[in-house]
């Protein structure tokens, strides 16, 4: 029999896995799981299976391996993450110069194409001086040329491509190479002019990668100034294909009242869009000092100026609106808060529209707010009475958290503590998905479930890191939850056979108390065991991909 990736016409077979453990509610100790067509039949312990081995046409004999729910990615560009992929790698450039060099190298093997980066971070440069526009007019030949940073709120431009997008006049370029604000937009929109064929081969880079880290579904959060509607149809069309990762998709449109909410909808129309939410943004990023602060920013001189205090795009009487009007549309809402004074904005919003459409409909709507850092005990409270999801990103706390990190810069050691209150957020109820914003930070599901468990920084004294088992739930459990799939994530009989197949080491439990020792490995706790995440242990590595019985990912290790 072979163990070859499964073909559309073979999707029906059934196959039993023998791992070393099984992640499932239905039995902590399952070492067993049938997957038939598309759902799971049986889940079990091996001994047990030989009674199931006369049902399966394939018998998959996998020591040293665990077999989980597949991962869903609760916030993704997938166009933009395939653009990313497949350009020039500025993540690891150390100065400006390493900078120009890697454009130069890119524009010499490619004379006179556009030059597309993304991923520099001159925080953790010497000199954090960016390149001027003649030097990367210069380094490039004069092609055209984009580098997003890393939080892809602002970007490096050539006078070539300035010229393209007409960026004379526009909010956020002052004529040097630094973009934020409407003239990012412009310049980004210029260099995504794509043809079909060039967005399918970004989109399924994109997909193919999510697979091949053991995600079974992604989560677009498009709005009109980082896609298009032919892009959200294209990736669904992708979806719907079935042998890519689902796409879970929002559309960021603002919505004054239910009669534009539904316009907004019309426009995306076939692209299977769930709610008006994404990054509809209410503020920017701490990177780019466009997250909207109460107090101004610790490391650049204060003026008095509104921008000392970031931007601010959408204010309180606009969320409210915009909540209403998708509470009346029977569909998810959400907008994109950062800051803490846009954290704010966000409570007042969801407090007035409580006033007109009352708790009961407002709660059960589960709206969403994406990327959410900095609320207050309040904006906690008030969240998870209200029934908000919160999609957050543990990986930007792990790479810009801590002392020294780029929040402490930005916001000073003070403001930056616990600045995501993750074990708040879960004590108080407010259901968690988690999401690598990529390419913000990669497709790397095993790595966000790390984060969340050694967050840096406290609040009254509190620390604010997940469980390893919570963190889990959140990103596989939680992100169908986010999106309004109730009881899907979980490998139990009739559920759909949506799983990872993982080569791990060490299966540990993480014990609830901190004063004794955190990881056991005793079978006796009754509690299924995850990959051993302690600094220093290998990464678990996905063999094999199902997405509903169909196999997205497989490295051809599995023997059958």
Same mark, same amino acid.
């Given at each position: 029999?072979?163990?070859?990736? *499964?073909?559309?016409? !073979?999707?029906?077979?059934?196959?039993?896995? /023998?791992?070393? +453990?099984?992640?499932?509610?239905?039995?902590?100790? +399952?070492?067993?799981?049938?997957?038939?067509?598309?759902? #799971?039949?049986? #889940?079990?312990?091996?001994?047990?299976?030989?009674? $199931?081995?006369?049902?399966?046409?394939?018998?998959?004999?996998?020591?040293?391996?665990?077999?989980?729910?597949?991962?869903?990615?609760?916030?993704?560009?997938?166009?933009?993450?395939?653009?990313?992929?497949?350009?020039? !790698?500025?993540?690891?450039?150390?100065?400006?110069?390493?900078?120009?060099?890697?454009?130069?190298?890119?524009?010499? *093997?490619? %004379?006179?194409?556009?030059?597309?980066?993304?991923?520099?971070?001159?925080?953790?440069? %010497?000199?954090?001086?960016?390149?001027?526009?003649?030097?990367?007019?210069? +380094?490039?030949?004069?092609?055209?040329?984009?580098?997003?940073?890393?939080?892809?709120?602002?970007?490096?431009?050539?006078?070539?491509?300035?010229?393209?997008?007409?960026?004379?006049?526009?909010?956020?370029?002052?004529?040097?190479?630094?973009?934020?604000?409407?003239?990012?937009?412009?310049?980004?929109?210029?260099?995504?002019?794509?043809?079909?064929?060039?967005?399918?081969?970004?989109?399924?880079?994109?997909?193919?990668?999510?697979?091949?880290?053991?995600?079974?579904?992604?989560?677009?959060?498009?709005?009109?100034?980082?896609?298009?509607?032919?892009?959200?149809?294209?990736?669904?069309?992708?979806?719907?294909?079935?042998?890519?990762?689902?796409?879970?998709?929002?559309?960021?449109?603002?919505?004054?009242?239910?009669?534009?909410?539904?316009?907004?909808?019309?426009?995306?129309?076939? @692209?299977?869009?769930?709610?008006?939410?994404?990054?509809?943004?209410?503020?920017?990023?701490?990177?780019?000092?466009?997250?909207?602060?109460?107090?101004?920013?610790?490391?650049?001189?204060?003026?008095?100026?509104?921008?000392?205090?970031?931007?601010?795009?959408?204010?309180?009487?606009?969320?409210?609106?915009?909540?209403?009007?998708?509470?009346?549309?029977?569909? $998810?809402?959400?907008?994109?808060?950062?800051?803490?004074?846009?954290?704010?904005?966000?409570?007042?919003?969801? =407090? @007035?529209?409580?006033?007109? #459409?009352?708790?009961?409909?407002?709660?059960?709507?589960?709206?969403?707010?994406?990327?959410?850092?900095?609320?207050?005990?309040? @904006?906690?409270?008030? =969240?998870?009475?209200?029934?908000?999801?919160?999609? #957050?990103? %543990?990986?930007?706390?792990?790479?810009?958290?801590?002392?020294?990190?780029?929040?402490?810069?930005?916001?000073?050691?003070?403001?930056?503590?616990? /600045?995501?209150?993750?074990?708040?957020?879960?004590? +108080?109820?407010?259901?968690?998905?988690?999401?690598?914003?990529?390419?913000?930070?990669?497709?790397?599901?095993?790595?966000?479930?790390?984060?969340?468990?050694?967050?840096?920084?406290?609040?009254?004294?509190?620390?604010?890191?997940?469980?390893?088992?919570?963190?889990?739930?959140?990103?596989?459990?939680?992100?169908?939850?986010?999106?309004?799939?109730?009881?899907?994530?979980?490998?139990? %009989?009739?559920?759909?056979?949506?799983?990872?197949?993982?080569?791990?080491?060490?299966?540990?439990?993480?014990?609830?108390?901190?004063?004794?020792?955190?990881?056991?490995?005793?079978?006796?706790?009754?509690?299924?065991?995850?990959?051993?995440?302690?600094?220093?242990?290998?990464?678990?590595?996905?063999?094999?991909?199902?997405? @509903?019985?169909?196999?997205?990912?497989?490295?051809?290790?599995?023997?059958?």
């Amino acid at each position: 029999m072979s163990s070859a990736p *499964q073909a559309p016409d !073979d999707a029906a077979r059934t196959v039993l896995y /023998l791992a070393d +453990a099984v992640y499932s509610p239905a039995d902590p100790f +399952a070492t067993a799981v049938l997957v038939e067509g598309d759902r #799971v039949a049986w #889940v079990g312990s091996q001994e047990a299976a030989r009674a $199931q081995r006369a049902r399966a046409d394939v018998v998959v004999e996998a020591p040293g391996t665990l077999v989980t729910p597949g991962f869903v990615d609760a916030h993704v560009h997938v166009t933009e993450t395939g653009l990313a992929l497949g350009g020039v !790698d500025l993540a690891g450039a150390r100065s400006a110069a390493e900078l120009l060099d890697r454009v130069a190298a890119a524009a010499a *093997q490619h %004379p006179g194409a556009a030059v597309l980066g993304h991923g520099w971070d001159e925080s953790a440069w %010497p000199e954090a001086a960016l390149p001027g526009r003649e030097q990367l007019d210069r +380094a490039a030949g004069g092609a055209p040329v984009l580098l997003s940073r890393v939080d892809v709120h602002s970007a490096l431009v050539s006078s070539a491509l300035a010229e393209r997008a007409v960026l004379a006049g526009r909010d956020g370029w002052d004529g040097g190479a630094l973009v934020t604000l409407a003239a990012h937009d412009a310049a980004r929109d210029a260099t995504r002019r794509l043809s079909p064929a060039e967005r399918e081969r970004h989109q399924r880079r994109a997909l193919t990668a999510a697979a091949a880290a053991g995600v079974a579904a992604v989560t677009e959060c498009a709005a009109p100034h980082v896609g298009s509607p032919e892009d959200l149809r294209a990736l669904r069309e992708r979806s719907d294909a079935g042998d890519v990762p689902e796409v879970l998709a929002y559309w960021g449109a603002l919505a004054s009242d239910e009669e534009e909410a539904r316009a907004h909808l019309a426009d995306v129309e076939g @692209a299977g869009v769930l709610g008006l939410a994404g990054d509809l943004c209410v503020d920017g990023s701490y990177g780019s000092r466009t997250a909207w602060l109460r107090e101004p920013y610790a490391d650049v001189p204060a003026t008095g100026a509104p921008g000392d205090r970031g931007v601010a795009h959408l204010g309180a009487e606009q969320v409210a609106a915009h909540l209403v009007a998708c509470t009346r549309a029977g569909v $998810q809402g959400g907008v994109h808060a950062i800051g803490d004074a846009a954290c704010d904005a966000l409570v007042e919003g969801l =407090l @007035a529209a409580e006033r007109v #459409v009352g708790t009961p409909a407002l709660a059960s709507a589960r709206h969403r707010v994406e990327h959410l850092e900095a609320p207050s005990a309040r @904006a906690v409270a008030e =969240l998870a009475r209200l029934g908000v999801v919160a999609s #957050v990103q %543990p990986s930007f706390d792990a790479r810009w958290g801590g002392d020294g990190g780029v929040y402490a810069r930005r916001l000073g050691p003070s403001r930056a503590a616990g /600045l995501n209150p993750l074990a708040d957020l879960a004590a +108080a109820g407010v259901p968690l998905a988690l999401g690598s914003d990529a390419p913000v930070t990669p497709l790397d599901p095993w790595g966000a479930v790390r984060a969340a468990t050694a967050m840096s920084g406290e609040r009254d004294g509190r620390g604010q890191s997940l469980s390893a088992r919570a963190a889990f739930l959140a990103h596989t459990r939680g992100g169908w939850r986010a999106a309004r799939r109730d009881g899907e994530g979980t490998l139990v %009989p009739g559920a759909l056979a949506t799983l990872a197949v993982w080569a791990v080491g060490d299966l540990v439990v993480q014990s609830a108390d901190a004063r004794v020792s955190s990881w056991s490995t005793d079978p006796r706790s009754g509690v299924p065991g995850l990959p051993d995440l302690a600094p220093g242990a290998p990464a678990p590595r996905c063999l094999r991909l199902l997405r @509903a019985g169909r196999v997205l990912h497989d490295t051809g290790e599995l023997a059958a």
